[in-house]
């Protein structure tokens, strides 16, 4: 396992502001401080090249750099090259009209519907069973990847909550009693009739 480089203490510290290269398809010049960190980095590369930052992943003597930390943590000094790798990720907007929320997931364009569903139970705890994902008007696949839906930055899923699929019901046996039944959304009303004339029947034959 690599280890990240240190800056000697008692090297000359960099001047405060420098130059370093960034390796893409092309290379490019950024002025950077020492002090600035990864996710700074990041956001300079966006603004030169526009690529979003949570597709940027950079390295330097093949160490990943973290957002978080500073150049000056990695020994990356004036005409210091860093190397870009740009990622499938991307950020997507998802609206639950249902809850009033709209929130941003970060995900992979390898990844399917399903781990969006369940990033969005996670996060707000609607269970992936009772999500419907809508996008651009059409219901998206569970076994899905999201680089077949054609995703746009400017256009938010919207997840429509489905109802909850078991229910129990009560209900008022000739105003004698009330009995509770389990059923299913889909059930018809002669089913809840079926199933509560059995149940009274096989009652009558146990207390005759």
């Known amino acids: 396992m690599k280890r990240r480089a240190t800056m000697d203490p008692h090297q000359e510290q960099p001047a405060e502001s420098y130059k370093i290269h960034v390796?893409?398809?092309?290379?490019?010049?950024?002025?950077?401080?020492?002090?600035?960190?990864?996710?700074?980095?990041?956001?300079?590369?966006?603004a030169i090249e526009g690529i979003d930052k949570c597709l940027q992943e950079l390295f330097f003597s093949g160490i990943h750099l973290k957002n978080d930390?500073?150049?000056a943590d990695y020994n990356i000094m004036t005409?210091?090259?860093?190397?870009?790798?740009?990622?499938?990720?991307?950020?997507?907007?998802?609206?639950?009209?249902?809850v009033g929320k709209t929130i941003n997931l970060n995900v992979r364009k390898s990844n399917k519907v399903a781990d969006v569903k369940a990033e969005i139970e996670q996060k707000v705890g609607i269970l992936m069973n009772n999500q419907i994902l809508m996008y651009a008007g059409r219901q998206l696949e569970d076994n899905?990847?999201?680089?077949?839906?054609?995703?746009?930055?400017?256009?938010p899923l919207h997840v429509l909550v489905s109802p909850?699929?078991?229910?129990?019901?009560?209900?008022?046996?000739?105003?004698?009693?009330?009995?509770s039944v389990n059923v299913k959304c889909w059930y018809t009303v002669a089913d809840v009739k079926l199933m509560i004339e059995t149940s009274e029947d096989i009652k009558r034959r146990q207390n005759p």
């Open 144 to 155: 899905q990847l999201l680089s077949q839906c054609d995703l746009r930055n400017e256009q």
């Open 79 to 98: 005409n210091s090259s860093v190397d870009l790798f740009v990622t499938d990720g991307m950020q997507i907007s998802v609206k639950i009209p249902s």
């Open 69 to 71: 930390d500073k150049l």
């Open 23 to 46: 390796k893409m398809l092309k290379t490019v010049a950024i002025d950077v401080s020492c002090t600035d960190t990864v996710d700074h980095i990041k956001t300079k590369v966006s």
């Open 164 to 179: 909850v699929d078991k229910l129990r019901i009560f209900v008022n046996v000739r105003g004698e009693r009330t009995v």
